[in-house]
């Protein structure tokens, strides 16, 4: 009987490890407040948590250090819907990390230090909804194609960069946009802005302020 016990003890010791890794596994420093959500927010952190459960769904790891997203991550991660990664130091994304967030609804990329968005970066994310890429202080450049695919696209921020000019393809390919901020860069009056211009003119109802003035309602409310 008491050798039995001392047998069975590391063995007891070893399933009730494997099933809590299996059944519930929240990265050291951070919080998994449910089943579906990961709060890394503001841990100091210089890369991505080890160990994040593969059925996250909200992704919380803002005001951190995390310099890249791994070109695969989205892949691991597929049930993904939120993803908030502001105020990291990101610089560039590599292509096709984006291209397979298919239940990506929210992306905010927003204060980190992108210089630019290559074409197709967001491929299949035709979940997504608001994407946010304001406050990227040399963020200069969008490609023609930055945001091809993204047919559920309401809302996009690229305020505070550093934008001289911006195709207007890439704000006329997105069917769903409603809302789109783009003060605070340093744009330069060419005949392709006098495009970019127009088309504004024309959807001026998507743009949340207008030189300082209050908020565009939405005549629905919402
Ligand atoms: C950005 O993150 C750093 C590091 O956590 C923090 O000190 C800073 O207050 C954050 N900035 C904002 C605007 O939240
Ligand atoms: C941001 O990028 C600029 C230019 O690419 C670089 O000089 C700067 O050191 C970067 N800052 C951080 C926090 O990575």
């Not at 130091?89 to 590599?94: D, I, N, R, S």
């Not at 905010?108 to 909804?129: A, C, K, Q, Y």
Request: glycine share 6%; with cysteine.
């Amino acid at each position: 009987m008491f050798s039995c016990v001392r047998w069975l003890q590391p063995f007891l010791a070893l399933l009730s490890s494997t099933l809590l890794t299996w059944g519930y596994n929240c990265p050291s420093s951070c919080l998994c407040p449910d089943h579906h959500t990961v709060d890394c927010t503001g841990q100091g952190l210089t890369r991505l948590p080890d160990s994040i459960p593969l059925d996250v769904r909200r992704l919380l790891l803002s005001n951190n250090w995390i310099p890249r997203i791994p070109s695969d991550f989205l892949v691991l991660y597929s049930d993904l819907v939120y993803l908030d990664l502001r105020n990291n130091t990101l610089t560039k994304l590599e292509p096709g990390t984006l291209s397979t967030s298919s239940r990506l609804v929210y992306l905010d990329l927003g204060s980190n230090n992108l210089t630019e968005i290559p074409s197709g970066t967001f491929g299949e994310s035709r979940s997504l909804i608001k994407l946010r890429l304001g406050n990227n202080p040399y963020l200069n450049m969008v490609s023609k194609d930055a945001f091809v695919g993204l047919t559920s696209l309401r809302e996009l921020e690229l305020e505070s960069n550093a934008l001289s000019g911006l195709d207007v393809e890439v704000l006329s390919q997105l069917p769903s946009l409603r809302v789109i901020r783009l003060e605070g860069n340093p744009w330069v009056c060419n005949c392709n802005f006098a495009k970019l211009f127009l088309w504004l003119l024309e959807n001026r109802h998507k743009l949340p302020t207008v030189c300082g003035g209050s908020p565009v309602k939405d005549p629905k409310g919402q």
